[in-house]
């Protein structure tokens, strides 16, 4: 069955960087388009960042632009984050999702001093 979990979250201070990873098992990883969304509490999911199955395309929200670079290995079949330059607000369960609907759990990312 598909699988997604995410993994390198944590708890860094404004400014600082962390890399997320979502391993992908059950399905062809390379027919979907991955995305990021993250969910912070009482406020619902929202997207982050989304790359083409062939990595050739990338999108982000705007609040992450310039911030956020996602890309992927489709040879790993993993889907990275890089998250660099981190604000408070940017505090929030990070989850993955494939093209077809799956989700995984989510990690958690707290930004704080």
């Known amino acids: 069955q598909v699988q997604l979990v995410e993994s390198g979250g944590g708890l860094v201070q404004p400014g600082g960087s962390l890399r997320l990873s979502c391993a992908a098992s059950?399905?062809?990883?390379?027919?979907?388009?991955m995305s990021w969304y993250h969910q912070a509490p009482g406020k619902e999911r929202d997207f982050v960042a989304i790359i083409n199955k062939f990595g050739s395309f990338r999108n982000y929200a705007d609040s992450v632009k310039g911030r956020f670079t996602v890309s992927r290995d489709n040879v790993k079949n993993t889907v990275y984050l890089q998250m660099n330059s981190l604000k408070p607000e940017d505090t929030a369960v990070y989850y993955c999702?494939?093209?077809?609907?799956?989700w995984g759990r989510g990690t958690q990312v707290t930004v704080s001093s």
């Open positions: 059950g399905f062809t990883f390379s027919n979907y388009a």
């Open positions: 999702r494939q093209a077809g609907g799956y």
